[in-house]
């Protein structure tokens, strides 16, 4: 296996850890996490979501790869697969973030803050465990699996990208 292919991986790792990291912490406005509302009152923050957040994601791609093919002088990644890519990217985030926000799906659960578990801890202590604490307890579980599954979604997806663009290049 050449370095170059090696080397060619581990700068498309990198780069989208970055990108996935600016994406979906620093850019990602405190309206759009209205996308969590429950009823119609999702839609709009969910559609600013999508303009504005997996348009980010989208153009994130873009840079990722439009810059590493200049960088690495690989003409042969032209516009249709990068095109491609960030119509993909976009659409697996739209639909991942949309299951994890819905109040009918993953967007059920909620984590619990550090002072609700103390709180929670205080009360164990004085009354023991009760059905409410054992449904706050696991909505908080399942919130955490969530978001796992959320990452590890997007984090898939960059793969199938770096696979996608590298076997273009390689075969």
């Known amino acids: ?15 989208y850890q970055a990108k996935h990291f600016l994406c979906d ?6 309206y759009m996490l209205g996308k969590f509302k429950p009823g119609s009152g999702f839609f709009l923050p969910l559609t600013a979501h999508c303009a504005a ?10 840079v990722v790869v439009f810059g590493f093919a200049r960088y690495r002088g690989y003409s042969e990644i032209g516009m249709v697969p990068i095109m491609t890519v960030m119509l993909f990217d976009f ?12 109040p009918k799906l993953l967007g059920r659960y909620q984590a619990l803050s550090k002072n609700e578990y103390i709180d929670i801890a205080r009360h164990e202590l004085k009354h023991g465990e009760d059905p409410e604490i054992r449904r706050l307890k696991l909505s908080n579980k399942l919130f955490w699996i969530s978001l796992g599954l959320d990452q590890m979604v997007h984090a898939l997806t960059h793969y199938a990208i770096i696979y996608y663009i590298l076997t273009r290049l390689y075969t």
């Open 1 to 15: 296996m050449p370095v170059e292919f090696l080397s060619d991986v581990f700068i498309l790792f990198v780069a």
């Open 25 to 30: 912490f620093p850019l990602q406005t405190s």
């Open 53 to 62: 957040h997996c348009a980010a994601h989208a153009l994130g791609t873009f």
């Open 91 to 102: 659409v697996v985030h739209f639909v991942m973030d949309r299951i994890k926000a819905s």
